[in-house]
């Protein structure tokens, strides 16, 4: 009798470098893999939106090459990149979800090292030593460092050459402390055809997603509502519009709709309009050619192309050029993409989900937007009600973002009654994000276990609790002229009896200014510095460097 072949089965991460290392043109570590050695079935992990293209565009390679079986791409929500502690709960949870989920009770499993941060490299190396992973630990060697040809080894973790001595029950206590608590995820794995050494060639890959859910909270009426409103959408294969004011959790809503319909085993792709380069914009969404323009050394599939059987996340639809709305009309209604630099129409498969937080009617008025293109994307609506039409959710906010920033750091920190008392009558002009904000300062300029009514008034100012309209000086937004202002104001600063470590104190203040300027950037590092008023050159140094876990959080722009 024939034995049955075990299939095979790699895990790696997707960085940068994939599917094409600019400015060399080589192919990136995985794909590089890929057309060395066979697999039978790929997982791949995505840690950010930025890289699910790129995922995606590896999948196409090696399907038109015939490289792979099928493919599963897993969304692993990561606070940090260089956090040990969280990367290996988190990795450690996914992989088992995994391995659960595929169709075959043994697999010959494999680990490509090379992409990744030194974190996630590390943490690989403790899984396999730890027994936790039964698998091979590859390491690449590009073309271009190996006499122009590309060259892969097995990396030995031979306690003669590594003399580490861990199992699980060793990990550090302060792992379940620090690190997250891993996000239930759906399984979205379907059952393959059973691998057979008689198989008549590899069938056509598959692409499964695995999405954590988005993190929410809140109780009140207004809240249920909207997820009610979007849970109910969701079930429509139609394109939705949602409105909102600025921070008001609109890409949170998006993603909701997405899981919750029968494309969340596809992909979602988030595009902020408003920070497309206009002279990037139709490479950004439908995708480029070869040389289509100085600098485009590879084709790119696009974010269309990269969301197909999947969400197209749009948020400030309005911000779009003219010219770029005629063309994104043409793709809604014909449901084709053209390359830059081609002439040939690709066929997608997008369900777009578009945000604004502008009245997109006044701007049809003015001539800004067109009317068509609003029909098209209006077909079912939501409005994301304001944070202070909902200040009952305003405590359970405030816990879960201070939740986040102890698992982070490996604290208690809690507020006083009257500390939360304080945030919950606060107006929030710029609505969840704003407190988001605004609990990371009151976390770091805590000096103990209990953040007081004190410091929040410190941080907050005097503005904003409890009149009608939000103050029309910004006072009390959280923004970083607050502090600048209090400086000549007299704004009174809590000083411990014990006294404070004012340099680590300045440190940490200064990596939330470093994160609040990139959330209000949208990652873009020139915009973020030039918000704190610092020269951009030094200002990526910084993150480079002494917050290199704030930079992996950002996709860079």
Same mark, same amino acid.
């Given at each position: 009798m024939q034995e049955t072949r075990v299939p095979s089965l790699l895990f790696s991460f997707v960085g940068s470098h994939e599917p094409i290392q600019d400015p060399v043109g080589d192919p990136g570590p995985v794909l590089s893999l890929l057309r060395h050695r066979p697999f039978d079935h790929v997982v791949l992990f995505v840690t950010s939106d930025d890289y699910k293209e790129r995922a995606i565009t590896?999948?196409?390679v090696a399907d038109a090459e015939g490289l792979v079986r099928t493919f599963s791409f897993v969304d692993l929500v #990561?606070? $940090?990149v260089v956090n040990y502690e969280e990367i290996f709960t988190r990795l450690h949870q996914a992989v088992r979800d995994v391995l659960a989920s595929l169709p075959h009770d043994r697999y010959r499993k494999s680990i490509l090292l090379d992409p990744g941060t030194p974190q996630m490299q590390t943490v690989w190396f403790l899984l396999v030593? !730890?027994? #936790? =992973?039964d698998a091979k630990l590859l390491q690449g060697t590009p073309a271009r460092? $190996?006499?122009?040809?590309?060259?892969?080894?097995?990396? $030995? =973790? /031979?306690? *003669?050459?590594?003399p580490l001595h861990l199992s699980y029950g060793t990990v550090p206590t302060s792992t379940a402390r620090s690190a997250p608590p891993p996000t239930e995820c759906k399984i979205l794995f379907q059952a393959d055809e059973q691998l057979t050494d008689d198989s008549a060639g590899p069938p056509p890959a598959t692409t499964r997603w695995r999405s954590q859910s988005p993190p929410m909270a809140g109780h009140s009426a207004v809240f249920e509502a909207l997820i009610t409103s979007a849970s109910r959408v969701a079930r429509f294969r139609k394109n939705v519009l949602i409105s909102g004011e600025t921070g008001s959790g609109k890409e949170l809503v998006a993603r909701l709709i997405h899981n919750r319909s029968d494309r969340a085993s596809g992909p979602f792709i988030a595009v902020n309009c408003a920070a497309i380069s206009e002279t990037l914009a139709e490479s950004e969404l439908f995708g480029h050619r070869k040389g289509a323009y100085s600098g485009a050394s590879g084709d790119r599939d696009g974010r269309f192309r990269a969301a197909h059987g999947g969400t197209l996340f749009l +948020?400030?639809?309005?911000?779009?050029?003219p010219e770029m709305q005629s063309k994104l009309l043409r793709v809604l209604e014909d449901h084709v993409v053209t390359p830059l630099g081609s002439d040939q129409e690709i066929t997608v498969d997008v369900?777009?989900?578009?945000?604004?937080?502008?009245? #997109? #009617?006044? !701007?049809?008025? &003015?001539?800004r937007f067109r009317e068509d293109l609003y029909e098209r994307l209006q077909t079912l609506t939501i409005n994301v009600p304001p944070l202070r039409e909902r200040v009952e959710d305003i405590p359970d906010l405030a816990r879960f973002f201070l939740d986040k920033e102890n698992s982070e750091n490996g604290s208690h920190k809690e507020y006083s009654p009257a500390a939360m008392e304080a945030l919950s009558g606060f107006r929030w002009p710029r609505n969840v994000r704003q407190l988001a904000n605004t609990v990371a300062k009151l976390y770091v300029h805590s000096a103990d276990d209990i953040i007081t009514l004190d410091l929040v008034e410190s941080v907050l100012g005097s503005g904003d609790f409890g009149t009608d309209e939000p /103050?029309? @000086?910004?006072?009390? +937004? *959280?923004?970083?002229? /607050? +502090?600048?202002?209090?400086?000549?104001?007299? @704004?009174?600063?809590?000083?411990?009896? /014990?006294?404070? &470590?004012?340099? !680590?104190?300045? @440190?940490?203040?200064?990596? $939330?200014?470093?994160v609040a300027a990139l959330e209000a950037a949208e990652g873009n590092r020139a915009e973020a510095a030039g918000l704190l008023g610092v020269n951009a050159p030094a200002f990526r140094k910084a993150l480079r460097g002494r917050f290199a876990d704030v930079n992996g959080r950002f996709a860079k722009k």
């Amino acid at each position: 009798m024939q034995e049955t072949r075990v299939p095979s089965l790699l895990f790696s991460f997707v960085g940068s470098h994939e599917p094409i290392q600019d400015p060399v043109g080589d192919p990136g570590p995985v794909l590089s893999l890929l057309r060395h050695r066979p697999f039978d079935h790929v997982v791949l992990f995505v840690t950010s939106d930025d890289y699910k293209e790129r995922a995606i565009t590896v999948k196409r390679v090696a399907d038109a090459e015939g490289l792979v079986r099928t493919f599963s791409f897993v969304d692993l929500v #990561l606070e $940090s990149v260089v956090n040990y502690e969280e990367i290996f709960t988190r990795l450690h949870q996914a992989v088992r979800d995994v391995l659960a989920s595929l169709p075959h009770d043994r697999y010959r499993k494999s680990i490509l090292l090379d992409p990744g941060t030194p974190q996630m490299q590390t943490v690989w190396f403790l899984l396999v030593k !730890a027994e #936790l =992973i039964d698998a091979k630990l590859l390491q690449g060697t590009p073309a271009r460092f $190996s006499g122009g040809r590309y060259r892969c080894r097995e990396v $030995s =973790i /031979d306690p *003669g050459r590594v003399p580490l001595h861990l199992s699980y029950g060793t990990v550090p206590t302060s792992t379940a402390r620090s690190a997250p608590p891993p996000t239930e995820c759906k399984i979205l794995f379907q059952a393959d055809e059973q691998l057979t050494d008689d198989s008549a060639g590899p069938p056509p890959a598959t692409t499964r997603w695995r999405s954590q859910s988005p993190p929410m909270a809140g109780h009140s009426a207004v809240f249920e509502a909207l997820i009610t409103s979007a849970s109910r959408v969701a079930r429509f294969r139609k394109n939705v519009l949602i409105s909102g004011e600025t921070g008001s959790g609109k890409e949170l809503v998006a993603r909701l709709i997405h899981n919750r319909s029968d494309r969340a085993s596809g992909p979602f792709i988030a595009v902020n309009c408003a920070a497309i380069s206009e002279t990037l914009a139709e490479s950004e969404l439908f995708g480029h050619r070869k040389g289509a323009y100085s600098g485009a050394s590879g084709d790119r599939d696009g974010r269309f192309r990269a969301a197909h059987g999947g969400t197209l996340f749009l +948020d400030e639809v309005g911000e779009l050029r003219p010219e770029m709305q005629s063309k994104l009309l043409r793709v809604l209604e014909d449901h084709v993409v053209t390359p830059l630099g081609s002439d040939q129409e690709i066929t997608v498969d997008v369900r777009v989900i578009a945000a604004t937080n502008g009245n #997109l #009617l006044e !701007a049809i008025g &003015d001539g800004r937007f067109r009317e068509d293109l609003y029909e098209r994307l209006q077909t079912l609506t939501i409005n994301v009600p304001p944070l202070r039409e909902r200040v009952e959710d305003i405590p359970d906010l405030a816990r879960f973002f201070l939740d986040k920033e102890n698992s982070e750091n490996g604290s208690h920190k809690e507020y006083s009654p009257a500390a939360m008392e304080a945030l919950s009558g606060f107006r929030w002009p710029r609505n969840v994000r704003q407190l988001a904000n605004t609990v990371a300062k009151l976390y770091v300029h805590s000096a103990d276990d209990i953040i007081t009514l004190d410091l929040v008034e410190s941080v907050l100012g005097s503005g904003d609790f409890g009149t009608d309209e939000p /103050d029309a @000086t910004g006072a009390g +937004d *959280g923004a970083a002229g /607050d +502090d600048a202002a209090g400086e000549t104001a007299g @704004t009174p600063v809590y000083l411990p009896p /014990d006294g404070v &470590d004012l340099p !680590a104190l300045l @440190t940490r203040m200064e990596r $939330s200014y470093y994160v609040a300027a990139l959330e209000a950037a949208e990652g873009n590092r020139a915009e973020a510095a030039g918000l704190l008023g610092v020269n951009a050159p030094a200002f990526r140094k910084a993150l480079r460097g002494r917050f290199a876990d704030v930079n992996g959080r950002f996709a860079k722009k």
